[in-house]
Each structure stands twice: as C-alpha cells, then as structure tokens.
C-alpha cells in the first residue's frame, strides 16, 4: 500500500478499503507525504478499528498515551492497545507493559510489567532483550530502536554472506 499517492489511497478508502483507510491514518499520523493532522489521522483509525484493524487500535491507543491531538488518557490508551495486544502487536503490548511498569493509568504492577516484557522477548529480533524492567520501559521510541536493531541484525548477515560468498 505504501507506494500509492494520497489521492490513490483516498479513492480505496472511499471504495471501503481497510488498508487503505489504515494507511491513510498512517500517512497523517506521521507525515508521510502531508503534513501531519492527528485528527484525520484519528478519523481514519478509528474507521478502521471498527473494521477490524488491530493496526488501528495500536495506534489510537498512541495517541491517547501520548497525547497527540486527543487528551492524554491512560485508560483509553490501555483499552486500545489490549485490542491491538489480543492479535499479537508486540508494540502493543510493549505499552501495557509500560503502563503496568509506571502506574499510568493503572495500578503498578511489575509482575504484569514483566510479564508482558517476556511476551515481546520470546520472539527473538527484539532489541533490549537482557535490559531490566526500568531500563526496557524507559524506551521512548521502542518501534524506532527495534527497526534499528532489526536493521543491524540485516547488515550483519549481508556482511557475513558478503564475507563467505565475495559478492552482494
């Protein structure tokens, strides 16, 4: 969906398209190609989440966590992200973990906090994985790190096959 133009995308969404109305969140969301509207970006999320987007509810529960274009609400945040935390969205649940960790919200619970941290690690390409409790949730941009050492993993092994096979 990526290499579609705005106007490509909004004629999907028009037509009912999930990933397109859920690209489109993205797209404002984080400025990709417009300038940066958190109440578009809204709209479409929660267009999408009705139909079914866990994406969506990631999302969304990002912005009431951090308060962008909506009050910061913790509670809503957790409501989102357990949404987007029941198909699996580690980044999901990487908030809960935070908010469990913290106390936003909700009643600090480290047991939680961890149990949630021991969910993301069993899957093994996340970084911060020997970090301790306080450490692994004072992440400000855990997808950022992630990418990153997702990143450094990718041009480890182009360099090890670029070692063993001489060429790229």
Same mark, same amino acid.
């Given at each position: 969906?990526?290499?579609? #133009?705005?106007?490509?995308?909004?004629?999907?969404?028009?037509?009912?398209?999930?990933?397109?109305?859920?690209?489109?969140?993205k797209?404002?969301?984080?400025?990709?190609?417009?300038?940066?509207?958190?109440?578009?970006?809204k709209? %479409?999320?929660e267009?999408?989440? !009705?139909?079914?987007?866990q994406?969506?509810?990631?999302?969304?529960?990002?912005?009431? %966590?951090?308060?962008?274009?909506?009050?910061? #609400?913790?509670?809503?945040?957790?409501? %989102? $992200?357990?949404?987007?935390?029941?198909?699996?969205?580690?980044?999901?649940?990487?908030?809960?973990?935070?908010?469990?960790?913290?106390?936003?919200?909700? !009643?600090?619970d480290? #047991?939680?906090?961890?149990?949630?941290?021991?969910?993301?690690? #069993?899957?093994?390409? %996340?970084?911060?994985?020997r970090?301790?409790?306080?450490? $692994?949730?004072?992440?400000?941009? $855990?997808?950022?790190?992630?990418?990153?050492?997702?990143?450094?993993?990718? !041009?480890?092994? $182009?360099? !090890?096959?670029?070692?063993?096979?001489?060429?790229?």
């Amino acid at each position: 969906m990526s290499t579609k #133009n705005i106007e490509e995308l909004e004629s999907l969404a028009k037509n009912g398209d999930v990933g397109a109305i859920y690209e489109l969140g993205k797209r404002y969301y984080n400025g990709t190609g417009v300038d940066v509207n958190y109440a578009k970006a809204k709209g %479409y999320f929660e267009v999408a989440a !009705e139909r079914g987007s866990q994406g969506s509810n990631y999302y969304l529960g990002k912005m009431f %966590y951090n308060g962008n274009g909506v009050s910061t #609400n913790h509670l809503k945040a957790k409501e %989102y $992200f357990e949404k987007a935390s029941s198909a699996d969205n580690v980044f999901a649940k990487y908030y809960l973990g935070k908010l469990y960790y913290w106390g936003d919200g909700v !009643e600090k619970d480290y #047991n939680k906090a961890n149990e949630y941290k021991v969910t993301i690690l #069993n899957k093994p390409i %996340y970084a911060n994985q020997r970090a301790g409790l306080e450490e $692994f949730y004072s992440l400000t941009d $855990f997808e950022g790190v992630t990418k990153d050492y997702v990143g450094e993993i990718q !041009e480890k092994v $182009f360099q !090890e096959y670029k070692g063993l096979f001489g060429k790229e």
